[in-house]
């Protein structure tokens, strides 16, 4: 059984269709989740043209969108059909078509009701009802045919002219202006009076009574106890929303180029300026920089724009919600299983170009870890941008207020404080710090190999101690001068780097904190989408 009732919305191109499907896409997501209703399938081709993308991509036309909207919305098979405007914008021809189809459905038994400003004549008689209302009260409410004899039985001034559209003529007669409100308000309460004494108006006040006592007056339609229904499963709702979502991703191939083009030029530059760094007392910073650097690229390379993923489409999302189409975990669980692909490779490309330029130490195992890592601090990053988008509903309101969160993380990280020194009341806060867990993930992933740091060996009879330095640093032993190239040394060894950052946690521990943090991030963000629809007017 299909739902009661559906709306077409005006604003069709906006906020209706996915961007960059096509036509037949959007009805072929719309006629695989209705037809599990009832246990039937739906063709999936998805040929056609697409609705476009604003600013970017040309689409259908207006006519169009308007007739997808209708095969949209007419496959739940609706009992009751509200339609915004659907005739705006469009000629007075393909006007008629629309409101054709309409009344075709209406010859089926539905009930199709429709918002129009300007109708055209023979738009207007193609109407079994017309309503008009004026200060908040009911001018005329029946047939269309009795319109201009109800008008007419008022007298001459009222009478409709031959050759008159009887619809703007009453919206004529209907309106008030501020020049001559006095006499235009005692008009139309003439009218009001009249109606509300006329036969017309006495049947339909009779049948609104008679509506109120078998229904039992008016109200709210109420949820169910057991909360929303659908139309389909969970597991089709999950399996024709990812594929939805992949769909659009892989038809926008303009926004995957210039990611991978800004992930790939950043990558060689750090790499350029960090090539084949050779380890040493002094490119000891020089490393751990390359893995800071890391930590901050997979976090703000992918972070905004991952904000507009979701922003985009909550308007999508909040009306074919509302309209019990999906449920939000569907939807949620869809779109983020959609978005891992290149939330995968995109890091990895990244972090085996940084790798192997910048000279870290060569090991298949350990480059295996370094790409892990790089890819679950991209999962985090992403995952914070879905819960800013959920709680914000704006891009700029994102923008505007989640560096307020962000940038305590990067700061409390690790690279630019050392742990140790971290005031303790501040230290819940790199406790959570995805930059600190991927940082020292990095780090012991670096150090934990190196069993002695060239020309910083301790044993070195030309070593001297450097007493203003090392009266500031917590391992004196491993602070060093070699006198024969006067080179600084921080450690001798990779375990006293860690050490002197005081980083305690091992490998293993932070990379399960990140993955950890991915999935709490992620279901802050759909328990936040779920509130947003709660609360939503």
């Known amino acids: 059984m299909g739902r009661v009732r559906e709306y077409v919305y005006e604003r069709l191109g906006v906020d209706r269709f996915q961007w960059g499907a096509t036509a037949m896409a959007d009805v072929v997501a719309a006629a695989a989740i209705a037809a599990a209703a009832d246990g039937s399938e739906s063709e999936e081709t998805t040929d056609g043209v697409r609705a476009g ?67 055209s004549t023979t738009v207007f008689r193609m109407f079994h009802k017309v309503c008009f209302m004026a200060t908040g009260k009911t001018v005329y409410h029946g047939p269309v045919d009795q319109l201009c004899p109800f008008f007419d039985s008022l007298g001459a001034a009222f009478r409709v002219p031959e050759s008159y559209n009887p619809a703007d003529f009453v919206m004529t007669e209907i309106s008030i202006s501020p020049e001559t409100e006095k006499q235009d308000v005692e008009r139309v309460e003439y009218l009001i009076w009249e109606y509300q004494n006329s036969d017309i108006g006495a049947e339909m006040l009779k049948n609104t009574r008679t509506t109120i006592d078998e229904f039992g007056g008016y109200g709210e339609e109420k949820e169910e106890d057991n909360g929303p229904t659908y139309n389909s499963s969970f597991s089709t709702q999950f399996k024709v929303l990812l594929h939805r979502s992949l769909k659009t991703t892989i038809r926008d191939p303009l926004l995957l180029r210039v990611r991978f083009a800004q992930i790939v030029a950043t990558a060689i530059l750090v790499g350029i300026v960090n090539w084949r760094t050779e380890l040493t007392g002094p490119t000891i910073q020089n490393l751990e920089g390359v893995m800071y650097n890391c930590a901050r690229d997979m976090t703000f390379l992918f972070y905004f724009p991952s904000v507009n993923v979701i922003t985009s489409e909550l308007p999508i999302f909040m009306r074919e919600h509302k309209s019990n189409i999906y449920s939000v975990e569907a939807y949620f669980l869809a779109k983020s299983l959609a978005e891992l692909p290149q939330y995968t490779a995109l890091p990895v490309i990244y972090a085996s170009i940084v790798y192997w330029m910048s000279g870290l130490f060569a090991s298949a195992l350990s480059f295996l870890v370094f790409v892990c890592v790089c890819v679950a601090l991209t999962w985090v990053a992403v995952s914070v941008a879905y819960v800013g988008a959920c709680i914000f509903g704006d891009e700029g309101l994102v923008v505007t207020f989640m560096p307020m969160f962000v940038l305590p993380m990067l700061v409390f990280g690790g690279f630019y404080i050392n742990a140790n020194n971290i005031p303790v009341y501040f230290r819940h806060i790199s406790h959570i710090s995805w930059f600190k867990h991927g940082f020292e993930a990095l780090e012991a992933n670096q150090w934990d190999q190196i069993d002695a740091i060239p020309g910083c060996s301790s044993n070195l009879s030309t070593t001297t101690f450097l007493p203003n330095v090392t009266t500031s640093l917590p391992n004196i032993k491993n602070v060093t001068l070699a006198a024969s190239s006067g080179t600084f040394c921080p450690a001798s060894r990779g375990s006293g780097i860690l050490e002197r950052r005081g980083i305690v946690t091992p490998l293993w521990l932070n990379v399960c904190i990140l993955f950890f943090s991915f999935f709490v991030y992620r279901l802050i963000g759909m328990l936040a989408l779920k509130a947003r629809v709660r609360f939503a007017k």
Request: aromatic residues 4%.
């Open 53 to 119: 993308i604003p600013n970017r991509m040309k689409g259908i036309s207006i006519g169009e969108k308007k007739r997808l909207a209708f095969a949209c919305e007419i496959l739940t098979d609706p009992q009751i059909l509200f339609c915004d405007e659907p005739t705006s914008g469009l000629d007075a021809f393909m006007a008629s078509e629309v409101v054709r189809a309409l009344r075709d459905l209406a010859a089926k038994g539905k009930t199709i009701i429709v918002v129009l400003h300007q109708p």
